[in-house]
């Protein structure tokens, strides 16, 4: 990281990944997660809605 004079406090580098992206597999991976989305909403839902029976 190179050090430059400015105005600001911090500065911020990023390092992009060496190999090509695929914007295939980044446009499908939001549909991957809904799958564990809806399981991890059932055990949640599951643990919020127990009741004692009486």
């Not at 695929?22 to 809605?49: E, K, Q, Y």
Request: charged share 15%; aromatic share 12%; glycine share 8%.
């Amino acid at each position: 990281m190179a050090k430059t004079s400015s105005t600001y406090p911090m500065s911020l580098s990023i390092d992009y990944p060496d190999r090509k992206l695929n914007r295939l597999t980044t446009f499908f991976r939001p549909f991957m997660a809904i799958p564990i989305a809806i399981i991890l909403g059932l055990i949640i839902g599951a643990v919020f809605s127990w009741k004692e029976g009486g």
